[in-house]
């Protein structure tokens, strides 16, 4: 392939535009709050899936709390309608009123274990209300810090996209000017092997950093200026340049 000396010297602003929009893709890729981002995520999900099994524990102590205060009532509510009864004198029979005093003390004895019964409960919703509160504050805390975090993701995208888009922008320019066939090798080789060209520098490839040997220059040297090389070693075109040592 032939190609102009300075077409082909295009190439080498072509290939260090495209290093550096390499460079801004890695660092929107591998932005540290990225990493973060998702790890909050992770716990985020794990605490907000704990906070709804708290509340559902809370939920569930609280219904049993309604219901056995419902049955202490009840007792309660029979127990005071004996004991007026009973406080009525109208039940004379020795009998009657044995099996009337005998009943109020069963639904006392009820009553209070009904009431242990709601203490308890109320000790463990108690416990479970505090769980519910503690996980919800690590889940709004957690929250609050991915949102930070967005916000300093977001900012630095629009730093990173701004710089791509100029260096893109400069590299359609530059692209312009190079012919057709030249572009296209170079952008099958950068394809393949990551740049697509490098300068010949002071007898080495600045692509694979590989010293050319005295015949591998002096085969440069006899080629003509608009001769397309490539390196023996990494495939890549290489430049002549002044600072070549040819």
């Known amino acids: 392939m032939k190609a102009a000396p300075e077409a082909q010297k295009r190439l080498l602003d ?11 893709a890695h660092r929107r890729r591998t932005m540290p709050e990225l990493a973060e981002i998702d790890e909050q995520s992770k716990r985020h999900a794990k ?59 069963s639904l006392h004895r009820r009553q209070g274990d009904l009431e242990e019964v709601v203490l308890e409960i109320m000790e463990r919703r108690e416990a479970a209300d505090t769980k519910v509160t503690e996980l919800s504050a690590q889940r709004d805390e957690l929250s609050a810090a991915r949102a930070a975090a967005e916000d300093r993701r977001d900012a630095a995208f629009v730093v990173i996209d701004k710089e791509a888009s100029e260096a893109q922008a400069k590299r ?30 002071g007898g080495r490839c600045q692509g694979c950093k590989v010293s050319l040997s005295i015949a591998d220059m002096n085969r440069i040297k006899a080629a003509p200026h608009d001769e397309v090389l490539r390196c023996e070693e990494c495939r890549r075109i290489l430049v002549r340049t002044p600072e070549s040592g040819l």
């Open 14 to 24: 072509l290939a260090a535009l495209d290093s550096v929009i390499d460079r801004l």
């Open 172 to 201: 359609g320019t530059l692209a312009a000017d190079i012919p057709a066939d030249l572009l296209s090798l170079y952008e099958k080789l950068r394809g393949q092997y990551g740049v697509g060209a490098a300068m010949l520098h």
């Open 47 to 105: 605490l907000a899936t704990q906070v709804i099994a708290a509340e559902t524990e809370a939920g569930d102590l609280a219904r049993e709390q309604t219901k056995a205060e419902g049955d202490v009532d009840t007792v309660r509510t029979r127990a005071e309608r004996d004991q007026k009864r009973l406080d009525s004198g109208q039940v004379t029979s020795p009998k009657d009123l044995s099996s009337l005093q005998s009943e109020i003390a």
